[in-house]
């Protein structure tokens, strides 16, 4: 079965610094979606990026948030100051758009210190 | 506006099939039930999408009544690696923003 791949799996930065994380959507995919989970609570939505645009975006996704794609490939979430409450577990999906599943990929565990 | 409500946790034993309910009373016209699966540390999968009635797959059933207020995730004879945390989701083919409850956290016990 075909893979959303995250990298990294792990990262961690001092409050203050600027994090890329990075998804390899499913080639065929069109839809691609940010997601977090901070321990033990539920997966929350960030945004949703469909045709080279933010489609829908959450309360969380602030001015330090922006998401990108810069190749025909990679779909980068860019924090530009981290905070301590950035601390999650960073999710990215794809789907083709036609109401189908959404794949994610195996996250990238944030530590903000 | 919550728009899917789940009990919180629920246990069974290796064996038993488990049913999971799913309220969700404002549910649009054009929704889809989705439900995923997730195991600690790892990303939501999915199990099982429809629309009304019954569908069912490799590893699950969904039933749905005829006024699609609720759902039913059915896992026949379930395992110790059933135990995980089941979200069910509604939405349709124009929405971009698919939310997460809180999931309800199945436990499995020998």
């Known amino acids: 079965e075909p893979e959303v791949t995250q990298t990294p799996s792990h990262q961690v930065t001092q409050m203050g610094q600027e994090v890329i994380l990075r998804c390899v959507p499913i080639s065929n995919h069109l839809y691609f979606y940010w997601y977090r989970q901070i321990l033990g609570q539920k997966v929350e939505f960030l945004v949703s990026f469909y045709n080279n645009e933010i489609s829908e975006k959450s309360e969380i996704f602030d001015d330090q948030f922006s998401v990108e794609r810069p190749d025909g490939s990679n779909f980068t979430l860019k924090i530009r100051s981290t905070k301590l409450e950035d601390s999650a577990m960073y999710f990215c999906?794809?789907?083709?758009?036609?109401?189908?599943?959404?794949?994610f990929g195996s996250g990238t565990q944030l530590s903000v210190l | 506006l919550a728009k899917t409500t789940q009990p919180i946790s629920m246990d069974s034993y290796e064996g038993q099939e488990v049913n999971i309910t799913c309220s969700h009373n404002n549910i649009a016209t054009n929704d889809y039930i989705t439900w995923y699966q997730q195991f600690p540390s790892q990303g939501p999968r999915f199990i099982i999408q429809g629309y009304k009635t019954k569908v069912t797959n490799e590893v699950a059933s969904l039933f749905i009544p005829a006024d699609r207020k609720s759902s039913t995730l059915s896992l026949p004879r379930v395992s110790l690696s059933d135990t995980a945390v089941y979200y069910c989701?509604?939405?349709?083919?124009?929405?971009?923003?698919?939310?997460f409850g809180t999931g309800t956290r199945l436990q499995v016990f020998p």
């Open positions: 989701l509604v939405g349709d083919d124009n929405t971009d923003k698919l939310i």
């Open positions: 999906a794809s789907e083709t758009g036609n109401n189908e599943k959404l794949f």
